[in-house]
């Protein structure tokens, strides 16, 4: 690129021979005095999340404390954070 970049007071992040293959690769940019990676959703196993409760709502005017939640809530989270078919030991 014809530029010197420098990490200052931080690391990169990445060890050298990474960075030098993203340069080589058209897959650092400079971001002011910088370097960025070029960051693409394929390079990491991403999906969307689509599990929306819109089935526990609750209105304000039943909250006595602000972290009050809907029971429905709890009991869901218990369920999907145990095994209720095994016994406790």
Not at 16 to 34: D, M, T, W, Y
Request: aromatic content about 10%; some cysteine; overall charge positive.
């Amino acid at each position: 690129m014809g530029r010197t970049f420098s990490s200052g007071k931080n690391w990169w992040g990445l060890p050298k021979f990474s960075l030098e293959r993203l340069i080589r690769v058209g897959r650092a940019v400079p971001q002011g005095n910088v370097l960025r990676a070029v960051r693409f959703m394929d390079d990491f196993p991403v999906f969307i999340l689509n599990s929306t409760w819109t089935d526990t709502g609750s209105t304000a005017a039943e909250k006595t404390y602000v972290v009050q939640t809907e029971a429905k809530i709890i009991q869901r989270c218990v369920l999907m954070a145990s095994d209720p078919g095994r016994p406790c030991t």
